[in-house]
């Protein structure tokens, strides 16, 4: 989730160091009045007392310039940050170094976490796939904001509610906004802006850099010192990929859709979804990117930096988009993200027995859900052939099964570790296959 308190901080050190100068530049553009009136002065001495005039016109607009930079930050106090989605854009202009490109952002004030900032996403996209498109020619539910988006002339301080029925009853906007190239991701690849503006129905956005956001991490009880530097926004890509979906379609099955990650750090994560077959008859959820770059494993431990994730959930289990909108179906694929960045953003590592708990006291996934932490398991299917990938340059890609965990079993097992637990667990007729309905073996 965005934590808006630790960006607002950094935004304000952005704001008041140099850095901010060349963005107020492109937006509040200097002055030349002073110069050119001055050279009029000299080539009509007779219009002296028209010149003076001028001249000081345009040493007070310079004067207000000035000001405004030197009260930028206490301009946007009482606004908020948020993530705005591209709609449409001018990205020729994006592409081109130092331009201002004019665009239509979608995008809400208040918590924004994965499964809005994806559903905000998919708003965008069903919007930009009507724009340019006659309103008469698109079913009836869709020509209103056919309509709406159509309406693309830059219009400053403009912002439009997107019709509610597109957006399953949560307010978001259609913001005219205009960016610039040099703090976008290339090509658009991730089309998420970050903004500061005041809420409601009316006034401009700021964009901000990608580098001042700051998104939560859930807490752990594994050691690790914070990174001095903030993650990228935008995750860098490795060959991992292909042997990691290989591997999986060998030993699991054919993915059936996946899960794009849409807004990443450090790592880009995309969950990989395999369904439920007649020999196989639960889903697999398996991760693929979290092996791009290694982790900060101990000494001695150098075999387990590179890692991917998965889960089995019963047959039945809802997946589609509208479901997933439901946090007691979706924490699966959240905990596969957040655990698959995690080692990566704080520094860390994960490995078989390692517990992670849901907040300092744990707290239940979802209302209604008795889970409240996860234990890193070998995979309980497909044996060492499955559990371990060796890419081509021999390096060993571990593959870890998330169990969901009660908080009296978190403490169990704290208290006598994994291996203990583990036999417990098994004991009781209870694998990696996630039982929503379990009672605590501890």
Not at 82 to 96: F, K, P
Not at 230 to 258: D, F, M, R, W
Not at 357 to 385: K, Y
Not at 419 to 435: H, M, N, W
Request: charged share 20%; net charge negative.
């Amino acid at each position: 989730m965005l934590d808006t308190s630790a960006t607002r901080a950094r935004f304000d050190e952005w704001v008041r160091s140099p850095a901010f100068d060349a963005y107020f530049n492109s937006i509040v553009k200097p002055s030349v009045y002073p110069f050119v009136l001055g050279g009029l002065l000299l080539l009509s001495l007779v219009g002296i007392p028209l010149g003076i005039a001028l001249i000081i016109y345009g040493w007070r607009k310079n004067s207000a310039r000035k000001e405004a930079r030197r009260d930028a930050p206490e301009a946007f106090l009482g606004q908020e940050i948020m993530i705005g989605t591209v709609v449409i854009a001018n990205q020729a202009l994006l592409h081109s170094k130092g331009a201002v490109a004019p665009a239509l952002l979608v995008g809400e004030f208040g918590n924004q976490d994965e499964a809005s900032l994806e559903a905000s996403a998919q708003v965008a996209l069903q919007l930009g796939e009507i724009y340019g498109q006659d309103p008469l020619d698109v079913p009836p539910d869709l020509q209103e904001a056919c309509r709406l988006v159509n309406d693309d002339t830059y219009q400053a301080d403009r912002r439009r509610p997107v019709p509610s029925h597109l957006c399953s009853g949560r307010q978001l906007w259609l913001f005219d906004v205009r960016l610039q190239s040099d703090m976008m991701p290339p090509l658009l690849e991730y089309p998420f802006v970050p903004c500061i503006g005041p809420p409601g129905p009316q006034g401009s956005l700021t964009q901000l850099p990608p580098e001042v956001l700051v998104f939560d991490s859930k807490q752990q009880f594994i050691e690790h010192k914070p990174p001095t530097t903030p993650p990228p926004l935008v995750a860098p890509h490795s060959e991992n990929t292909k042997a990691v979906e290989e591997h999986i379609e060998t030993y699991l099955g054919c993915p059936e859709s996946v899960f794009h990650e849409l807004i990443s750090t450090t790592v880009h994560i995309d969950v990989h979804l395999v369904p439920a077959t007649k020999e196989r008859p639960w889903i697999s959820l398996v991760t693929s990117g979290m092996s791009d770059i290694p982790m900060s494993a101990p000494e001695g431990a150098e075999e387990w930096r590179f890692a991917e994730l998965m889960i089995r959930l019963p047959e039945g289990w809802p997946l589609e988009q509208e479901s997933l909108e439901d946090e007691r179906n979706y924490w699966p694929i959240r905990w596969l993200k957040q655990l698959s960045r995690f080692p990566h953003e704080l520094g860390t590592w994960i490995s078989f027995g390692h517990s992670i708990p849901n907040g300092d006291p744990p707290q239940p996934f979802a209302d209604g859900v008795p889970f409240s932490g996860i234990l890193l398991s070998p995979p309980w299917i497909g044996g060492e052939a499955f559990s371990t990938l060796y890419l081509n340059d021999g390096t060993p890609v571990h593959f870890w099964s998330l169990i969901p965990l009660h908080a009296s079993e978190m403490d169990f097992k704290l208290q006598h570790g994994a291996e203990a637990f583990l036999e417990r667990y098994a004991a009781a007729g209870y694998s990696d296959l996630v039982d929503p309905g379990r009672p605590p073996v501890a």
